[in-house]
C-alpha cells in the first residue's frame, strides 16, 4: 500500500480491531481446551550451518485473537467457540466485499461524525484489509488472548510515577495543535515507523493488514524485514547494549540461544516509539522457538516497573507463510501528509 492513505488506515485500523475484539468477547467464559490436532509426520528441526535452528522464512503472526482478553472469558477456548469466531468475520468479511453502488450518495461534507475512517469520509474498503481470519492456537489450544500473564489476560494497571509522566507529556502539548508541524503527526502516518507494535519489539498484529515478517539469519546477526512501513530490525547476536544516550528505531536487541530458544533482549529505545507509554526503562524479553514446519512460538515479556505495576507476557504463533513481501512504498514526503497538513490550514483560512 501507498502512504498517502495512512490517515484513513490508521483509524480503519482501529475499528477493524474492535470489532474483531467485540467477536471474541461473545465467547463463554467456561471453555474446555481443545482436542489436540491429529499428529504429523514426524519432523526435524532444520538447522543452519552452526547448528541452532534454522528461523528462516516468511512468516505472518495475523489473528483474530485480541491482544487482551474480554472480561469473563478464559483463556483457552473450545472448539466450536473457535470456529463460531471464525465464521462470524468470514460472515462479516463476506457482507463488507459486496460490490458498491456507483449511484450511492457522497458522504457529507466534513465525514459525519461516526467512528469509521476519518469521519466516515472513506478509507480503504474490506477488499484491501487482512488482519487475519483464524483465532490463535498456541499448543494445542485456541487461546481468547495474546496475553498469558497477568492470569486475567489484561495489560496492568500503570504506577504513580506514570501517570504523573502521561500528565506532564499532555501539559507539554497545550497550545500544539495535531497538525501545527509534521513532527506532531504519528511515526506511522509520517512512513517512519510501522503503526502501532507491528515492528516491536514487541512484534504485534495490528489486526489490519501487512502481518508479515521475512527473517535472515546468520552466526552472528538475525535480520527480521517487517511487511509493515518496511522497518528492518537487526538482532545482534552477543555483546552489550551501547551507552542509555544511544536509542535508535526499535530499540537496541541483542540475542542469545538458550538451547533451541533464540531469546532477544531489547533495551535502549527511541524516545519517540514510546510502547503504551513507556518510559527509558523498558525492556522487551522475546522468545522465538519453532515448533513445526510451519510454525514458530514467538513469546514476549515486558518489564518496566516505572510504567507497569507488574511485568507482563504474551504469547503469538507465527505460521509460515509462500507469499512474498512486496515494497511499502511509503515515505515522509508522500502526499498523503502535506495534504493533511495543507487541509488543516484551508480550515483555519475558512474559520476566520
Known amino acids: 500500500m501507498h502512504g498517502r492513505s495512512i490517515a484513513l488506515a490508521a483509524a480503519a485500523a482501529l475499528t477493524a480491531a474492535a470489532s474483531l475484539t467485540s467477536l471474541t468477547a461473545q465467547a463463554p467464559s467456561t471453555a474446555k481446551p481443545a482436542s489436540p490436532a491429529a499428529k504429523s509426520k514426524t519432523w526435524t528441526l532444520p538447522r543452519t550451518p552452526d547448528g541452532h535452528p534454522d528461523l528462516q522464512g516468511t512468516w505472518s503472526n495475523g489473528t483474530i485473537t485480541p491482544l487482551e482478553r474480554p472480561d469473563g472469558a478464559s483463556l483457552v477456548l473450545t472448539k466450536a467457540d473457535a470456529e463460531r469466531l471464525e465464521k462470524g468475520l468470514a460472515d462479516r468479511s463476506k457482507q463488507l466485499d459486496q460490490p458498491s453502488s456507483p449511484d450511492r450518495p457522497a458522504p457529507p461534507k466534513g465525514g459525519d461524525g461516526s467512528t469509521g475512517a476519518a469521519g466516515n469520509v472513506g478509507g480503504y474498503n474490506n477488499f484491501w484489509l487482512e488482519p487475519g481470519d483464524r483465532v490463535a492456537v498456541v499448543n494445542g489450544e485456541y487461546r481468547s488472548s495474546l496475553i498469558v500473564d497477568p492470569p486475567d489476560g489484561k495489560i496492568p494497571p500503570i504506577t504513580a510515577e506514570a501517570r504523573q509522566r502521561n500528565a506532564a507529556r499532555l501539559a507539554a502539548m497545550r497550545g500544539r495543535g495535531q497538525y501545527d508541524h509534521p513532527e506532531m503527526r504519528p511515526l506511522g502516518e509520517r512512513c517512519l515507523m510501522s503503526f502501532g507494535s507491528n515492528a516491536g519489539p514487541p512484534m504485534l498484529p495490528n489486526y489490519f493488514y501487512n502481518n508479515n515478517y521475512q527473517i535472515v539469519q546468520t552466526k552472528d546477526q538475525v535480520m527480521i524485514l517487517v511487511e ?115 487541509g488543516e490550514r484551508a480550515r483555519e483560512r475558512g474559520q476566520k
Open 228 to 342: 509493515m512501513v518496511h522497518d528492518v530490525r537487526v538482532i545482534r547476536m552477543g555483546g552489550e547494549h551501547p551507552p542509555k544516550h544511544l536509542r535508535p528505531w526499535m530499540g537496541d536487541s541483542i540475542g542469545r540461544w538458550e538451547g533451541d530458544t533464540l531469546v532477544v533482549e531489547t533495551t535502549n529505545f527511541h524516545p519517540l516509539q514510546i510502547f503504551r507509554g513507556a518510559s527509558e526503562n523498558l525492556k522487551v524479553t522475546e522468545r522465538f522457538t519453532r515448533t513445526g514446519p510451519e510454525t514458530i512460538l514467538y513469546k514476549f515479556t515486558i518489564d518496566d516497573p516505572t510504567t507497569f505495576t507488574r511485568p507482563w507476557s504474551g504469547e503469538v504463533p507465527f505460521t509460515r507463510t509462500n507469499e512474498l513481501i512486496y515494497e511499502y512504498a511509503c515515505h515522509e514526503g508522500n502526499y498523503a501528509l502535506s495534504n493533511i497538513l495543507s
